[in-house]
């Protein structure tokens, strides 16, 4: 029988959650603690031992041994090293120590993880900080505490740091608009966050057939199976059986680390699936995203499964994404993107709206930027995700009313005047009326923006930091405005402010089709950049006033900014060096082998059809068609190689990444092309490796 698993009860059970900390803490630690995290004042150090000690009882009450600052470099997965809570007694035994020293901060090795330039040799410590506003958890006998990562010199070497840097900046800039509007309780406003996580299972037995699976987490090769997701019966179909219970051992592993894990279905293509948890802060979202993501492919491994998070495994189908839910919220519950009812609360969602748009449309290439990567590349624009422009959908009604306010008119819906330009009324228009347009990159869903663009390997710690950073920028600059208007001239200064920022911002409004041919069109003709490629992409970032917006909010130095660029040009290389290796290897070792004896088989058949007097066509035309494509297929590989090594001595990371891009890829794509036309000719028990038939459809 079954054993009956209790959520309410199980859920948490690993994390050193408020309820436990209420328990386990005194009165007056608790609330200290508190403070530190619902209001981001610094931790006082004096309770830091109680709190250790605290923590370290209940870790090791749940069978934890060692403890480790679990923390998120720049190689996009997370960072951990265990030490044992044991110290020696100097009797031959030993007790169970843990210090608030020991909990704040940590001092890992951090010369092997990427630093784009900023450490030095001597300089290859890093130290960990905890970030008290996400909570640890009991895994795998350890206690986790979750930290930022920096270096010897203090720059940020982690994906966090900036993100709680960025968290800090939207808050303040927020709380000075609200001020404005009345509202002098909140204390602080909270990017929230949930992430629509999508993911491929294939059997274990299949993928460890597949080089390119195995090295890229990719087919490099693989012609389309005879059915792909056309007739769309996968998506919301029926669960399978086994991928059912795989998706059920998941849900509770997930919650009993405190992660809401609330939908599971299955997605368009076939073999892929969704998961999605409930809003949570961003930087305890980004913390249960990349446990979710680990959680993932380790439960998959237990059910003879692999799970794919690559953001196009399968060429001809739907790939992965990552649908990044961002609002803001206060200390108090109440949602900033939510319209509201009464006139105040209407004009305060227009002024943070407003600010959204004017963020996103100065700021498209940062934001580009930030889901930039070689798996994204084959994904956006690709008829099933949104394309490479920045653009913002915002759905019929409220659409109008934006007009409305921008020409001065009475906005009417359903014949019933809503609207007028003095910005006291708004409907409450109900939220499904926003039209989910897939085809958007950001979109508005109700009370929040939804942030398609994202891959779903992605850390999206990174598009996060971005959205925070740039928003804070237009509160900002709304804030120092209106900050010095009088209490009488508010609403007409208001008024002009909103129409104004509209005005010059609404070319960033498109709610079209984003996957027509005519979108590019238009959106060259608005100015909209249209950066296709992560090595486009990430040129952008040390652009003067983009250094200038995260130098002004202290989220990244200039050092940073640079640093970070050098990493991802980097990482564009390495990652397609890969691929351009395991490809070219492929088709030199297995395909190559597997063609040639096929064909020998064939001629074999048409001499000995020959010697009886039978003239052998098929096998002659087949044998022909089979040549030539032998002969395309080496002389690709071999330029592959080629380019490879011209690509690797290539001076300058970004010059580098240019070449794999512009060259090595293009060769890459060329002698796919060959191979997965043989694929369709030679005989099935010739064919080296799995195909896609086998991958998408036998789990």
């Known amino acids: 029988m079954e054993k009956f698993f209790d959520v309410v009860e199980q859920f948490g059970v690993d994390v050193f959650n408020e309820e436990t900390m209420q328990k386990r803490l005194p009165k007056n630690v608790y609330k200290t603690l508190k403070k530190t995290m619902t209001e981001g004042k610094e931790l006082d ?13 209940w870790a090791i009450e749940k069978g934890a041994t060692h403890y480790t600052h679990w923390f998120q470099p720049m190689t996009g997965i997370t960072a951990e090293k265990h030490d044992s809570f044991i110290s020696p007694n100097g009797d031959g035994t030993v007790i169970m120590e843990f210090s608030g020293k020991e909990l704040i901060k940590g001092e890992p090795d951090a010369s092997s993880f990427p630093s784009g330039g900023i450490r030095a040799t001597f300089e ?17 006998g350890s206690l986790y505490i979750p930290t930022a990562f920096y270096s010897y010199s203090g720059e940020a070497l982690d994906k966090k740091t900036p993100l709680l840097r960025s968290m800090d900046a939207v808050s303040d800039a927020a709380l000075r608009i609200l001020k404005l509007f009345g509202n002098t309780t909140t204390k602080r406003v909270v990017a929230t966050v949930g992430a629509e996580q999508e993911y491929f299972l294939v059997n274990k037995e299949t993928y460890d057939k597949r080089k390119d699976l195995i090295f890229t987490g990719r087919t490099l090769f693989g012609a389309p199976a005879p059915k792909g997701q056309e007739l769309d019966d996968h998506y919301f179909g029926v669960i399978k059986d086994r991928v059912a219970d795989y998706m059920k051992d998941l849900d509770e592993r997930l919650w009993k680390l405190g992660i ?16 999605a948890p409930i809003f949570a802060p961003a930087n305890l979202a980004t913390d249960q995203n990349q446990l979710t993501m680990e959680l993932m492919k380790k439960v998959a491994l237990e059910h003879g499964l692999v799970c794919l998070l690559h953001e196009k495994p399968f060429a001809g189908i739907n790939g992965s994404g990552k649908h990044d839910n961002w609002s803001l919220s206060t200390d108090d519950g109440q949602n900033l993107l939510d319209p509201g009812k009464s006139p105040m609360q209407n004009a305060q969602f227009l002024t943070f709206l407003a600010a959204i ?9 940062l934001l580009r930027m930030s889901v930039a990567s070689p798996g994204n590349d084959h994904r956006l624009g690709a008829n099933e995700a949104p394309p490479a422009i920045i653009s913002i959908f915002l759905g019929e009604e409220l659409q109008g009313v934006v007009d409305a306010l921008v020409d001065g008119k009475e906005y009417t819906s359903n014949g019933k005047q809503m609207f007028n330009v003095g ?8 939220k499904d009326s926003t039209d989910r347009n897939r085809t958007s990159p950001f979109a508005f869903t109700g009370n929040k923006f939804e942030f398609r663009m994202v891959g779903s390997n992605l850390n999206i710690a990174g598009p996060n930091t971005i959205l925070n950073t740039i928003v804070a920028n237009s509160l900002t600059d709304f804030a120092d405005e209106l900050e010095k208007v009088s209490e009488d001239k508010f609403n007409e200064a208001l008024h002009d402010l909103l129409v104004k920022t509209i005005s010059e911002h609404k070319r960033v409004i498109f709610n079209g089709n984003g996957y027509g041919d005519e979108w ?10 249209n950066l296709k490629s992560t090595v486009d992409a990430v040129s ?3 652009k003067p006033k983009n250094i200038e917006l995260f130098k002004k909010f202290g989220v990244y130095s200039e050092v940073e900014l640079h640093a970070r660029q050098e990493i991802l040009f980097e990482n564009y290389s390495k990652v397609i060096n890969i691929e351009a290796l395991t490809a070219a290897d492929m088709a030199k070792t297995e395909i190559l082998p597997a063609v040639m004896k096929y064909a020998k088989d064939v001629c074999d058949i048409a001499a000995s059809k020959k010697s009886v007097g039978i003239d052998p066509v098929v096998e002659m035309d087949t044998a022909k068609k089979v040549n030539e494509l032998t002969v395309a297929l080496s002389k690709n590989a071999a330029a592959l190689s080629d380019a490879i090594v011209k690509a690797q001595g290539v001076d ?20 796919r092309a060959v191979a997965d036309e043989l694929e369709t000719i030679v005989g099935e028990d010739y064919w080296p490796y799995p195909t896609y038939d086998e991958l998408l459809y036998n789990v």
Request: aromatic share 8%; proline share 6%.
């Open 423 to 430: 910005v006291s009324s708004l409907p409450d228009f109900p």
């Open 124 to 140: 290859a410590r890093g130290y960990t900080a905890w970030d008290p506003t996400s909570y640890a958890f009991v895994k795998g």
């Open 357 to 365: 748009i004017k963020a996103v449309d100065e700021y498209s290439d």
């Open 652 to 671: 300058g990371e970004e010059a580098k990444a240019r070449c794999y891009h512009d060259e090595v890829f293009g060769l890459m794509q060329s002698l």
């Open 540 to 542: 952008c970032i040390t």
């Open 260 to 275: 809401t894990s609330k939908t599971k279905h299955n997605e368009v293509a076939p073999a892929q699936h969704e998961n």
């Open 45 to 57: 150090s004096s309770i830091a031992d109680i709190v250790a000690n605290a923590m370290k009882d």
């Open 520 to 529: 590019p069109v238009e959106a060259e003709k608005r100015g909209l950049p």
